[in-house]
């Protein structure tokens, strides 16, 4: 079992040394807390670059995490001061892996271009490579190329002289690393990945760069009966959790002493954390709703800037932590759960959903401004049409539009039949950009003016966008079910 781990006192005396100097470098200190940027093809509709810029300025957020390295956002970073991580896809890490040609090319093209000499640059400090390449579900589809992928970037960072500049980072899924007591005591990392992982640790460690980490209490709290809601939500008032006389009053501090303590048993006891991702969704699933999101949070921010730390790790916080997420991602997988698109702190056209102090302080977070929409127009069932195809409409609809809303537990759930179909229709129609053969549905659907919202269901309107043409219609999609195409052939034929 490992000892508290604070910081080596001469590290820590550097540290205050230069804390005067961080408003000007901009260096972090333990306990900044930036957010998570999702990928634009993880919405139908992303709000366009310099406006999620505009929303992290106006709510002086100073630090932000790229799922990958999209040249439009970069380049609308350039300039802001924000520090960057730019992400490297998990898909990427073979190639990475085996070539050092592709690695130069990478950082040349992702990297170097942002360091313009003499001139406003994007502020990277990280590349994450990979995105979740530890997950559990993933088998050995990508862990086994990690190391040699970040060696790889380190070199062509390296040779670019910028190896002293960016530090290469690979993410940490939540399951990589467990306890089957449940107890921090008894951590450690999953045995399939521990010798990948002591190896990426010494790699780590030899280029000083931190350990990315997601830590997610929303599904240690609905994956485990020995984890209360209030537990999860850091209410002071719950029953604590006894570890070798080391007390619990939340679960992020469990999860993260989990992790402390699988990092002391590979040998790396004074590895510095960064919680990569750390957040609490909003719909899609019991408990996740906008009243217990803002809880989450309060307590989560309140706690790391009180700078208390954890029981293992006292007064020391992790060096940074990164919300999940800065916006609502309709495209996002669902493979874990409806909830996987509800993670945002803000809904996908930048409208804030509760406060939290992401860097402004006490006044209420700042909404996005001046974002165009397209025009106000729902698709909506036409209730004057005979809907006893109506069913399967709606699963065409959601088989590319997001009905998670209304799947139970959503917050359109409870809006019942035939509003549910409307729901689907109007998704769909707004991701094609309210074409009118998207609200078409053998006949069933009908374009109308009046908002069709409730006071707990909102029908959204698209932003204005060129991106969701690129979708591929459902119709397309499932051409190859021989049932499907029999089933579209006499909806739009009949």
Known sequence: MPPSTPRPLLPRLRLLAVASLVGIAGWPLAGAVGVNWGAASSSSHPLPPPKVVELLRSNNVSRVRLSDADPDVLLSLAGSGIAVTVGIPDLMLRTLNSSRKAAESWVHDNVTRYFPAGGPGVRIEYIAVGDDPFLLSHGDQFYPFVLGAATQIQAALTKANLGSKVKVVVPCSFDAFQSESNLPSEGHFRPDVNKTMIQLLTFLSEHRSPFFVSILPFLSFHQSKNISLDFALFKGTVRPHNDSHRIYKNSFDLSYDTLVTALYNAGFPQMEIVVAQIGWPTDGAANATSVIAEDFMKGLVDHIHSKTGTPLRPRNPPLEVYILSLLDEDQRSTSAGNFE??????????????????????????????????????????????????????????????????????????????????????????????????????????????????????????????????????????????????????????
């Open 341 to 494: 698109r509800h993670w945002g702190v803000f809904t996908f056209d930048g409208q804030a959903k509760y406060n939290v102090d992401l860097g402004q302080g006490s006044r209420k977070l700042w909404n996005a401004q001046n974002v165009e929409y397209l025009p106000s127009r729902w698709c909506v069932v036409n209730n004057n049409e005979n809907l006893s195809n109506a069913t399967a409409s709606f699963l065409d609809a959601c088989s590319v539009a997001d009905c998670t809303a209304v799947a139970p537990g959503g917050s359109c759930y409870n809006i019942g039949w035939p509003r549910n179909v409307s729901y689907a229709f109007n998704s769909y129609y707004q991701q094609h950009d309210q074409r009118l053969d998207s609200c078409y549905f053998g006949g069933l659907g009908l374009i109308t003016t009046v908002d069709p919202s409730t006071d707990t269901c909102r029908f959204a309107v698209g932003l204005r966008t060129s991106h969701s043409s690129i979708l591929v219609s459902p119709q397309l999609l499932l051409m190859s079910s021989l049932f499907t195409t029999i089933l579209m052939v006499f909806i739009f034929f009949t």
